[in-house]
């Protein structure tokens, strides 16, 4: 029996009649075709799949699209506004925090998460905060030096 569920992504509503078993990821990615978030594991290891439900960071491949019934979505497509990149996004580019970019939506999905919470961190918050997120290309010292170069410019866009 499926079940037809409500959720607003990326600031749009959504009703869609699912199966009880599809996961949230698949959700996103086959039937709204946002594929911005990525499967890496299907265990939850990886955190390619991290989104924001209700403004938390958390792994989309972790939970069934109709548990997200009734909440709202960020994908890594969301975070720009207005064209404009969101400034980990920029930072990402800017201070090469990536090689194959498989894993960064999920890195800039958890970093823009602990910078919501934590504006400042220092290089040993940033490393806890990744650590759900694998990256199979790099040593992490561009992705951490990405996040302390937003989480600058973030401040200066607030100062303002």
Do not use: W
């Amino acid at each position: 029996m499926n079940i037809t569920i409500n959720v607003k992504v990326n600031g749009v509503k959504y009703s869609n009649t699912v199966e009880p078993r599809l996961l949230l990821v698949h959700y996103l990615r086959d039937v709204l075709r946002l594929t911005g978030t990525h499967i890496g594991c299907d265990t939850s290891n990886c955190g390619a799949c991290t989104i924001h439900l209700n403004g938390m960071a958390t792994k989309s491949c972790t939970l069934l699209a109709v548990q997200a019934d009734g909440m709202e979505i960020t994908t890594i497509e969301g975070l720009a506004k207005d064209d404009q990149l969101h400034p980990l996004q920029e930072a990402f580019r800017e201070c090469h925090g990536l090689q194959c970019g498989f894993c960064t939506p999920g890195m800039i999905m958890t970093a823009a998460d602990l910078l919501q919470h934590n504006p400042n961190p220092n290089e040993e918050e940033i490393r806890t905060a990744l650590e759900g997120n694998l990256c199979r290309c790099t040593g992490y010292h561009n992705i951490v030096k990405a996040v302390e170069f937003a989480a600058t410019k973030m401040k200066k866009e607030v100062a303002v």
